[in-house]
């Protein structure tokens, strides 16, 4: 009898509160656990991750969005280009800072969830949806290889304190800095 009269005592307001973030959070810590289960699989792979194991499905649920694969996807380093968590990853190191600080590519991987959870979507064409939480933001795809899927896959994330570059250019500009040398 005291959890009813809890609940008639509490405002709707904070109650509704509680259970929304307690969800949020409980969903933010599954996406975490998924990135950490699929980077770890990537390790023991050497970095070669493909098929079902390269993809966890349902990694996270968010109201408003739905269901959320993440995939390990795919980096070609001497472009600059790519999808998924490796190019999240080829990202920083070409970069240069997972090599300054792995532990902070760590941290930046696993911001991932909290942008999907707390941010705001908004559509971008027909299957694409992009999730933005304070200046970050991350992009998600109905499409998996080019064909439709029923769930979105997280495919880019992008960090923007103050003015950054994409992948694509430091790519280059590494390449150009590479040929220069004598």
């Keep these: 009898m005291p959890l009813p009269i809890l609940i008639t005592l509490a405002p709707v307001g904070v109650l509704a509160w509680v259970l929304i973030n307690h969800d949020?959070?409980?969903q933010i810590q599954r996406g975490r656990e998924a990135l950490r289960t699929l980077i770890t699989r990537a390790a023991k792979a050497g970095?070669?991750?493909t098929g079902e194991s390269?993809?966890?499905r349902n990694a996270m649920?968010?109201?408003g969005i739905g269901k959320i694969d993440f995939r390990w996807?795919?980096?070609?380093?001497?472009?600059?280009k790519g999808s998924g968590i490796?190019?999240?990853i080829g990202a920083q190191k070409l970069k240069r800072e997972y090599y300054k600080d792995p532990v902070f590519t760590q941290r930046f991987v696993l911001r991932i969830?909290?942008?999907l959870a707390r941010g705001k979507p908004s559509k971008v064409g027909k299957t694409r949806l992009k999730v933005t939480h304070e200046k970050d933001?991350?992009?998600l795809e109905k499409q998996l290889d080019g064909k439709p899927v029923d769930n979105w896959v997280f495919n880019a994330y992008q960090q923007t304190p103050g003015k950054t570059l994409s992948t694509e250019k430091v790519a280059k500009e590494l390449r150009k800095r590479k040929a220069s040398r004598p």
């Design 113 to 115: 969830p909290d942008i």
């Design 86 to 88: 490796s190019k999240i």
């Design 54 to 56: 390269a993809i966890i």
């Design 61 to 63: 649920f968010v109201p």
């Design 137 to 139: 933001f991350a992009f």
């Design 73 to 80: 996807g795919y980096f070609d380093p001497k472009k600059g």
């Design 24 to 26: 949020e959070e409980t």
């Design 47 to 49: 970095g070669k991750l």
